[in-house]
C-alpha cells in the first residue's frame, strides 16, 4: 500500500498498538495479521515493537514515529523493556496477559461497537490493579493458546464475551491507592527526583509488596495464593513507608523487628517475603541504597557476628550480644542478667524477661552497677543487724534496697560503707555518762534498735553515742539517761502486735482485746520474699486511738510514777476505764479524764 489508511480510527492516548491493529481490523471486518499484511506490515514484528513495523504505522495513520513509540514496550535487553517513559521488566509487565477494566470494556462497546473496544498500555503492568475511571479491579482472560493470538485483544474479548460481561455487572469497587497513582505517574511523566529514581516498575513493585507483606508477618508460601486485592493492599502498606523516603523504610524495619514473634528475634525471619526477595536481588546497581540501609539496621539491631557477610556486606566489631553470649562475657545468668537490666532501665519485670539481646555498653554498664551492691547476708555481718532490721531501716528511708529478683535482696555498697564510716566517726567514750551497750538499751527501754538506729542517721543523737566493742552497729552504746528527756520514737507505719503494745505500753493480751472491741484495725500482709502472711495493726488506727485515748503504762510514764500507783489513784478519783467487752484493759477516754490528766501527758506524744 503506498498511501495512508483512509478511514482510519483515531488513537487513543496510552493504547498499545497491537490493541489499535485489533480493533482496525474488526472495522475492516478481518484478522489483525490479515490486516498487516494487506498494508505492508507483519503481524508477529509488529508485537515484538520493531521499529520498521512502527515507522510503517505511523506514516498509514498520520501520526510522528515518536508518538507512537510511546505506546509501545520496546525491547532494550533480554528481559528488560522500555515502558513509557520508564523502565520495566518481566516480572511486571505481562505483555501477553489479557487484564483490562470489563467496565471500560463494556461501555465502549455499547458507545461504538467492538472497533471501540481500546487496550490501554497500563493494562499489561501488574502493579497496577485497578482501573482510575471506575474504581474497580481489572479483570484478567485465561492464556491463549499461541503468543501471537494474545496480542489480538477484541478478538481475544470476543471470545470471552459473557465473562466479560458478568464482570462488568458487578465490578469489586476499589478505593484509590497512592501506589498505583505513583506508578501511573512514572510510567507516563517519567521518574521523580527521589530515592527511587534509579529503579524500574519491577522493583519498586516488588520492594512495596514483600515489604508490606513482611510487615504483615506473611510467609513465602502464602504469597503464591495472593489475590489481586490482598497484593494492592500489601503494595500500598509497603508504599507507605516507602514513599517517605530512607526514613520511612528505615521505620519499617525496625516495626518488622518489634512485632517479632520468635523466641530469639532474627532478620531472615523478622524480615520473611522482603528479606528473601532481597537476598536473590540485591546485586542489582538500583538496590545499592535498600542493600545498604539494610544492612545498617541489622548490623546495629540483631546480633551479629563481627566479620559475617550479609548481601556482600562485611559486618563491623559486634556491639549487639545474644543472651547467651552475654551470660558467658559477664557471669550472669540470663534471666538474672535481664532483671538486672529491666530494674536499671525502670521497666517492668514482664518485658525485661522479653529481652533477647544486650548491647555491649549495656553489659559494661550493668558489670559496674553489680559491683556497687552487697547482698543482704554480707550486709548483716558487716553491720551487725539481722535482715528484718535492714528491712526495717529501709522502710524508714535510712537505707536503700535494692529488689532484682523475687527473693533476694541488695544494698548499695557505698551506703553501707557510709554508715561504718559514721559509726568510725563516734567518739571513743562519754565522760561522766552512764552508758549501756545499744541491745540491752533498746531491751531495757522497749524500743526497737531501728528505732535508735534512724535516729542516729538522721542526727538526732548527737552526744548520746559512743564507739564501743562489738561488731558493726552492735558496738554502739547509749547514754542511759537520754530517753528520759522525752526524745520523740515516732510511729513508723503499721506495727504487730508485740510492736504496738510496747509503743501503747500496754500488754499484748490487751492490744488483741482493743483489737478485737474494734479501737484497733488489723490488717494481713503478705511478705513479698517468703509469701508468709503476717498480721498488723495500722498506723491509722494507732493514730486515731491516740487522739481519743491513753492507756495506763502512758500516763504513768508521762507523770514519772508506777503504772500501779497511778492505778490506784485513778480508781479513788472514780475515773473508769473503757469498756472494752472482750476483756478488761487499762485505757482512759482522754476527754473522761478527772482533773485534766491529759496536760500532763508529754506535749511531744
Same mark, same amino acid.
Given at each position: ?489 515516732? /510511729?513508723?507505719? &503499721?506495727?504487730? *502486735? ?7 505500753? +500496754?500488754? $499484748?493480751?490487751? #492490744?488483741?482485746? =482493743? ?54 489513784? /485513778?480508781?479513788? &478519783?472514780?475515773? *473508769? ?7 478488761? +484493759?487499762? $485505757?482512759?477516754? #482522754?476527754?473522761? =479524764? ?12
Amino acid at each position: 500500500m503506498t498511501s495512508p489508511l483512509l478511514p482510519s480510527l483515531p488513537l487513543k492516548e496510552g493504547e498499545t498498538l497491537t490493541g489499535y491493529v485489533s480493533r482496525s481490523a474488526k472495522l475492516y471486518e478481518t484478522t489483525a495479521r490479515d490486516f498487516c499484511s494487506d498494508l505492508g506490515m507483519r503481524w508477529p514484528y509488529l508485537c515484538s515493537g520493531h521499529d520498521d513495523q512502527i515507522e510503517r504505522l505511523a506514516w498509514l495513520i498520520g501520526k510522528r514515529t515518536e508518538d507512537l513509540r510511546a505506546f509501545t514496550s520496546g525491547k532494550v535487553e533480554i528481559g528488560r523493556f522500555r515502558f513509557g517513559r520508564t523502565m520495566a521488566t518481566f516480572g511486571t509487565l505481562r505483555r501477553t496477559a489479557v487484564r483490562f477494566c470489563p467496565k471500560c470494556v463494556i461501555d465502549a462497546l455499547a458507545r461504538t461497537g467492538l472497533h471501540g473496544i481500546c487496550q490501554m498500555q497500563e493494562w499489561a503492568v501488574t502493579s497496577l490493579y485497578s482501573c482510575p475511571h471506575h474504581r474497580c479491579l481489572l479483570m484478567t482472560l485465561p492464556s491463549s493458546q499461541h503468543a501471537h493470538t494474545a496480542y489480538d485483544f477484541v478478538t481475544r474479548i470476543t471470545d470471552h464475551m459473557d465473562e466479560v460481561l458478568q464482570a462488568s455487572r458487578s465490578p469489586k469497587a476499589v478505593s484509590p491507592a497512592p501506589f498505583e497513582n505513583y506508578i501511573r505517574e512514572r510510567i507516563w511523566q517519567g521518574p521523580k527526583d527521589d530515592w527511587l529514581k534509579d529503579f524500574d516498575l519491577t522493583q519498586i513493585h516488588r520492594v512495596c509488596l514483600n515489604l508490606g507483606a513482611a510487615i504483615e508477618g506473611l510467609k513465602m508460601k502464602s504469597m503464591m495464593t495472593l489475590s489481586s486485592e490482598r497484593e494492592r493492599s500489601l503494595c500500598q502498606l509497603g508504599f507507605k513507608y516507602v514513599e517517605v523516603g530512607p526514613g520511612g523504610f528505615k521505620a519499617s524495619l525496625e516495626r518488622m523487628h518489634q512485632q517479632s514473634s520468635t523466641e530469639r528475634p532474627y532478620f531472615s525471619s523478622d524480615m520473611g517475603p522482603f528479606y528473601q526477595w532481597l537476598r536473590e536481588f540485591y546485586a542489582e546497581p538500583a538496590l545499592t541504597p535498600l542493600v545498604d540501609l539494610t544492612c545498617s539496621h541489622i548490623f546495629k539491631t540483631y546480633p551479629t557476628p563481627t566479620g559475617r557477610e550479609i548481601f556482600d556486606r562485611v559486618a563491623p566489631e559486634q556491639t549487639l550480644l545474644t543472651m547467651n553470649e552475654a551470660r558467658k562475657r559477664s557471669g550472669f545468668g540470663v534471666t538474672f542478667l535481664k532483671k538486672l537490666l529491666g530494674h536499671m532501665n525502670g521497666i517492668d519485670e514482664a518485658e525485661a524477661l522479653r529481652r533477647t539481646d544486650v548491647h555491649v555498653d549495656e553489659l559494661a554498664k550493668a558489670k559496674a552497677y553489680w559491683d556497687k551492691l552487697i547482698n543482704l547476708k554480707d550486709a548483716t555481718w558487716m553491720l551487725g543487724l539481722s535482715g528484718p532490721q535492714i528491712k526495717s531501716l529501709q522502710a524508714l528511708g535510712a537505707i536503700d534496697m535494692i529488689k532484682i529478683t523475687s527473693s533476694l535482696r541488695y544494698l548499695l555498697r557505698s551506703q553501707v560503707t557510709e554508715l561504718l564510716e559514721k559509726l568510725d566517726a563516734l567518739p571513743p567514750s562519754l565522760p561522766d555518762r552512764s552508758v549501756v551497750p545499744l541491745r540491752e538499751f533498746c531491751h531495757l527501754k522497749q524500743v526497737s534498735i531501728v528505732q535508735i538506729i534512724d535516729l542516729w542517721v538522721r542526727g538526732k543523737l548527737e552526744g548520746r553515742l559512743y564507739r564501743g566493742e562489738g561488731i558493726g552497729l552492735q558496738s554502739i552504746e547509749v547514754d542511759w539517761d537520754f530517753l528520759s528527756q522525752r526524745t520523740l520514737i515516732d /510511729l513508723i507505719g &503499721d506495727l504487730t *502486735a508485740e510492736e504496738t503494745a510496747r509503743y501503747l505500753k +500496754v500488754n $499484748v493480751a490487751g #492490744i488483741r482485746r =482493743l483489737r478485737d472491741a474494734g479501737y484497733l484495725e488489723e490488717i494481713s500482709r503478705k511478705n513479698p520474699d517468703t509469701n508468709h502472711c503476717k498480721r498488723y495493726i495500722t498506723k491509722q488506727s494507732i493514730t486515731a486511738f491516740e487522739h481519743e485515748y491513753v492507756t495506763l503504762g502512758q500516763l504513768a510514764n508521762d507523770q514519772g510514777i508506777r503504772p500501779i500507783h497511778l492505778a490506784q489513784r /485513778l480508781d479513788r &478519783d472514780g475515773v *473508769a476505764p473503757i469498756n472494752c467487752s472482750s476483756g478488761p +484493759v487499762r $485505757v482512759y477516754a #482522754i476527754d473522761v =479524764l478527772y482533773g485534766g490528766y491529759d496536760h500532763v501527758r508529754s506535749p511531744q506524744r
